[in-house]
């Protein structure tokens, strides 16, 4: 039913910043829970930070703690992920997710609606 199109992905320098956004259509953006994750080639997909429908509760990965913020705009039906001192090691397919499922969700399985994903390159 929902849709989700991330965009904003890119090659950078370590060190730089990027902003991905996903936009979600389809259905109603009501009642979404958010989430952010991201896969390495040869690693599992991990969630990197979630936000409730509400936008009052968000969660981060260690990793990118201090690093990455989430948000999101829900008259624009959007959620956003800041990415600031990016590092090679952050190298990977990021993905947005959604779910009705209340609260801030963090487990994969958990989550209903998945984009196509966003390529995020960071060069030394």
């Known amino acids: 039913q929902v849709q989700l199109v991330e965009s904003g992905g890119g090659l950078v320098q370590a060190g730089g910043s990027l902003r991905l956004s996903c936009v979600a259509s389809g ?7 958010m989430g952010w ?3 390495a080639q040869g690693k ?3 969630i990197v930070a979630a936000i409730s429908w509400s936008g009052g509760s ?3 990965a260690e990793f990118v703690k201090g690093r990455f913020t989430i948000s999101r705009d829900n ?3 959007t959620v956003y992920l800041q990415m600031n001192s990016l590092n090679p090691e952050d190298t990977a397919d990021y ?3 959604a779910t009705r499922r209340q609260g801030v969700i963090r487990r994969r399985v958990e989550y209903d609606y998945w984009g196509p994903g966003a390529q995020v390159t960071v060069s030394s």
């Open 27 to 33: 259905g109603s953006f009501i009642g979404l829970a």
């Open 37 to 39: 994750f991201r896969q």
């Open 44 to 46: 599992e997909r991990d």
């Open 58 to 60: 968000t969660y981060y």
């Open 75 to 77: 008259a624009k039906n």
């Open 95 to 97: 993905y947005c997710a």
